[in-house]
């Protein structure tokens, strides 16, 4: 069973560009979370989507950012002219279902570069 | 109220000493408890978690404590390995909130010397 999967893995973008993160949950998982991580820093919630849905949007920047998670395919966060303000590793994290016990398991991360 | 404090920022123990790193949190609410480890350019990934009806969990070198009266939780890790070597975040969540989204704590980059 392989892990949470994000790519691309390391992305460079200048100011002004789009940048998108792809996350393919764990088989099975139905229940994907986004947190930023700066550097030197804990992670920090972003957003929270189940299938065609988000559920909690309220760590999400309100300008520039956008998630979404279709019924096919991985989920994607979308960064629209970024900002040096947004170099950060975007870390993705799945879990089978909501309640109890939680655990959520995170992605390798995605390490955005805003030059 | 959504805060998770965590300390120290880091931390430097010698070959199987005890590293202990320590966390307080103001959400009554919050009702899980996890530890994650991270290794540079990696995800985090789950250690030990504890539920605030216990107060004690151990799993292997690894234990946390819990003080609910208090709001604080602890990550001790005994026998400590350089290969314990990295970054160390507790969080909390509450089954109240829809996606029981995790709150972190800053981080202890923890260096073990052999």
């Known amino acids: 069973n392989a892990g949470v999967m994000q790519n691309p893995r390391h992305l460079v973008r200048r100011r002004g560009q789009e940048a998108r993160l792809r996350c393919s949950p764990m088989?099975?998982?139905?229940?994907v979370y986004w947190y930023r991580q700066l550097p030197e820093e804990g992670l920090k919630f972003m957003v929270y989507?189940?299938?065609?849905?988000?559920?909690?949007e309220s760590g999400m920047p309100k300008e520039r950012f956008s998630a979404e998670f279709p019924k096919e395919g991985p989920s994607i966060l979308r960064i629209q002219q970024v900002v040096r303000g947004d170099s950060a590793a975007y870390f993705c994290?799945?879990?089978?279902?909501?309640?109890?016990?939680?655990?959520?398991?995170f992605g390798p991360g995605t390490r955005l570069t805003v030059l | 109220q959504q805060q998770v404090k965590q300390s120290p920022q880091s931390l430097i123990v010698q070959k199987g000493g005890i590293s202990i790193i320590n966390c307080a949190y103001e959400?009554?609410?919050?009702?899980?408890f996890p530890w994650y480890q991270q290794f540079p350019g990696k995800g985090p990934a789950l250690l030990i978690a504890?539920?605030?009806?216990?107060s004690e969990k151990k799993e292997g070198r690894f234990t946390i404590s819990f003080n609910k009266s208090a709001k604080q939780f602890s990550l001790h890790i005994m026998d400590s390995q350089p290969g314990d070597s990295a970054t160390y975040f507790c969080?909390?969540?509450?089954?109240?909130?829809?996606?029981?989204?995790?709150?972190f704590g800053g981080g202890t980059r923890v260096l073990v010397k052999p």
């Open positions: 994290a799945s879990s089978p279902k909501q309640g109890a016990s939680n655990e959520q398991f």
């Open positions: 989507l189940q299938k065609e849905n988000i559920i909690d």
């Open positions: 969080a909390a969540s509450t089954s109240e909130a829809a996606g029981n989204k995790l709150t």
């Open positions: 088989k099975g998982h139905s229940h």
């Open positions: 504890i539920r605030p009806d216990v």
């Open positions: 959400n009554t609410a919050f009702d899980y």
